[in-house]
T-cell receptor, first 117, second 112 residues
Framework: DAGVIQSPRHEVTEMGQEVTLRCKPI?????LFWYRQTMMRGLELLIY????????DSGMPEDRFSAKMPNASFSTLKIQPSEPRDSAVYFC???????????????FGPGTRLTVL | QKEVEQDPGPLSVPEGAIVSLNCTYS??????FMWYRQYSRKGPELLMY????GNKEDGRFTAQVDKSSKYISLFIRDSQPSDSATYLC????????????FGQGTILTVHP
């Protein structure tokens, strides 16, 4: 398995521009998570989906952030308009439902490093 | 106050040392505890997990949970340069699939 795939790996944009981050979860996984990591705040959960349906988006910082999962193999995180404080590494993770409780660990992608100038 | 507190370090130790990494938490509902390892410019990977209180050992790694003190630890014996990474603790109140709350991560360097 190729693991969780994220694109782009690096993104540099100017303030005010729209940014779209993409994620392909591991095939067969039912849950998909979007995280943001900064030095100041550490790793924060933004939103997660179960069977393509958003379950908890309480971590989404503002209305400028939106996430979609149109099918089981693709999700996007969009920031519009972007601001310098959005600069961070954004991770996507996925996990399955084997019925063995929390032993179904989250598998993280390599991350997208976003810089907003 | 954050739900999970973790000393960011950095922590630098010589090869072969015993390393102790710790997290404290405030939410008594947390029942599931995990440690992730994150190499530079990579995503986190699960290292160990434990449920409720007690110890769990896996090779050179031992995870310890003290729910009465709301304190968890990860011990690394005979540390190696390849152990140099950021270690993040994570916790959840639900048995699975729910959101994890992460500590800030401790940067560890093991020098030869």
């Amino acid at each position: 398995d190729a693991g969780v795939i994220q694109s782009p790996r690096h993104e540099v944009t100017e303030m005010g521009q729209e940014v779209t981050l993409r994620c392909k979860p591991i095939s067969g996984h039912d849950y998909l998570f979007w995280y943001r990591q900064t030095m100041m705040r550490g790793l924060e959960l933004l939103i997660y989906f179960n069977n393509n349906v958003p379950i908890d988006d309480s971590g989404m910082p503002e209305d400028r952030f939106s996430a979609k999962m149109p099918n089981a193999s693709f999700s996007t995180l969009k920031i519009q308009p972007s601001e310098p404080r959005d600069s961070a590494v954004y991770f996507c993770a996925s996990t399955g439902t084997s019925g063995r409780a929390f032993t179904d660990t989250q598998y993280f992608g390599p991350g997208t490093r976003l810089t907003v100038l | 106050q954050k739900e999970v507190e973790q000393d960011p370090g950095p922590l630098s130790v010589p090869e072969g040392a015993i390393v102790s990494l710790n997290c404290t938490y405030s939410n008594s509902a947390f029942q599931y505890f995990m440690w992730y390892r994150q190499y530079s410019r990579k995503g986190p990977e699960l290292l160990m997990y434990t449920y409720s209180s007690g110890n769990k050992e896996d090779g050179r790694f031992t995870a310890q949970v003290d729910k009465s003190s709301k304190y968890i630890s990860l011990f690394i014996r005979d540390s190696q340069p390849s152990d140099s990474a950021t270690y993040l603790c994570a916790m959840s109140a639900t048995p699975s699939y729910g959101k994890l709350t992460f500590g800030q991560g401790t940067i560890l360097t093991v020098h030869p």
